[in-house]
């Protein structure tokens, strides 16, 4: 299991596992429960660099991020090797 801190949103924290290139066991701690529950229903088997496509540079707000766009950071670090020794 992976873990990334988020920065600029109401989510404390992201989970995510990565199996043969796809987001399995993704949850975000705190934030807006019934939409992050979604996201995590809809990325789960999804190819991670598919979900950085779609999801980076959305914006919550005025935050200049989102959640989602901070699942694509994390994914992105991953795909980076930030994660290697997770």
Do not use: W
Request: glycine letters at 10%; charged letters at 30%.
């Amino acid at each position: 299991m992976h873990e990334f801190i988020p920065q600029g949103t109401c989510s404390s924290k992201i989970l995510f596992d990565i199996q043969d290139g796809k987001v399995k066991n993704l949850h975000f701690e705190d934030g807006c429960d019934g939409n992050l529950k979604a996201l995590s229903i809809l990325a789960d088997g999804m190819e991670a660099g598919e979900l950085v496509k779609k999801l980076k540079g959305l914006e919550c707000e005025d935050k200049g991020t989102s959640c989602a766009d901070q699942l694509a950071r994390a994914l992105e670090k991953y795909s980076n090797g930030a994660f290697a020794n997770s």
